[in-house]
């Protein structure tokens, strides 16, 4: 079975779908910031197909760069949420009005 592109494509549709549904649905800025990787690791996905489709290695570019902000993302989420999780002892976005009180 050859892999094509409405398979990758496919693929892709799920994961982010799946992400977003998680982002949107739950209220754990933890279970947020991996949701937000899920969607990027689904664009990731597209991006590699496209350039694999197109015989151009710019995708990959891209993709590399992306793996470059989720790293970022993660690192500065994390340590972001260790801070509130220190002074707030939660992590729910809902009692998270705001930054400091």
Do not use: P, W
Request: aromatic letters at 6%; a neutral charge; glycine letters at 6%.
């Amino acid at each position: 079975m050859v892999v094509t592109l409405n398979h990758c494509l496919l693929l892709a549709a799920g994961i982010f779908v799946t992400g977003m549904t998680g982002f949107v649905v739950r209220r754990n800025a933890l279970v947020m910031l991996m949701c937000i990787e899920l969607m990027l690791s689904a664009v990731n996905i597209v991006f590699a197909a496209f350039s694999r489709q197109n015989g151009d290695a710019s995708g990959h570019v891209f993709v590399l760069m992306n793996f470059a902000v989720a790293a970022a993302e993660a690192a500065i989420g994390l340590a972001i949420l260790v801070e509130i999780y220190r002074r707030r002892r939660t992590v729910d976005v809902d009692e998270l009005k705001t930054l400091m009180e």
